[in-house]
Structure formats: C-alpha cells, structure tokens
C-alpha cells in the first residue's frame, strides 16, 4: 500500500532514500527531501506491504499532466526484487489512471520489465 508522506516519516523516508547511491551524501539526501517537501510537483510515497505494519519502500515522484516520472524507488534489502517493486508500480498506475509512467536513466530499466510483465499479465488472461 502507497501512503503519501508526512513530515512525521521524515526519518523513515530518508532512511528507505539513502539506500539510492546518488543520494548516500547526506548534503545530497536533505536537497532531495527539500524537493518533496516543498514543490507540489514533487511527491514522496511510503509503501507497505499488505498485512505489514512497517514501511519497507519509497518511491519519488515527479507529476506533470500527462507524466507520472519515477524518479526514485528503494526498498529496504529485505524486500529488494521485482515483486515488490511491480507492486509499487502498479499502485502507481492506480493512482495516476490518466498519466503515463516513465523512468529516469535509473528506473527506466524496472518500469520496462513491470510493462512486460503487465503486457504478458494481460494476454495470459485473455
């Protein structure tokens, strides 16, 4: 489950962001969580597994009117594969019905096997 962030999962959110190697300095960390915090453009979700108390992702998002870009996405080690990672995606798409979802350099690679895997989803069951 995607929960939009609030400054009281600050610590959680940084924490699940310094996972990601551009923003392991902690210089580059505070801008980034600057950048969620102040511009309505830029949006921050926590995830949580179904039945699972404890946020175990995060997922950085930048919105225009036709884009969803997925500027970041990290999960604890734990709960690192691409299961968990489609999930979030997918949520994604719920949440933003009428927009594309598109990737950085970064994620681009997992927003391409999460449509394969959706595109194969979707033959299967037909």
């Given amino acids: 489950m995607l929960v939009k962030y609030k400054n009281d999962y600050e610590k959680i959110a940084m924490g699940l962001l310094s996972y990601v190697p551009d923003l392991k300095p902690l210089n580059h960390l505070q801008t980034e969580m600057a950048l969620y915090q102040n511009d309505p453009e830029y949006l921050l979700y926590l995830w949580r ?15 225009s009117s036709d884009i969803v870009l997925v500027r970041h996405v990290s999960l604890m080690p734990s709960e690192r594969g691409s299961h968990q990672t489609y999930l979030i995606f997918t949520e994604l798409a719920k949440l933003y019905p009428h927009q594309k979802l598109m990737g950085t350099f970064e994620t681009t690679p997992l927003l391409v096997k999460w449509e394969q895997s959706q595109n194969q989803e979707a033959e299967d069951n037909q």
């Fill in 49 to 63: 597994p179904e039945g699972d108390r404890d946020f175990s992702g995060v997922v950085g998002i930048q919105l």
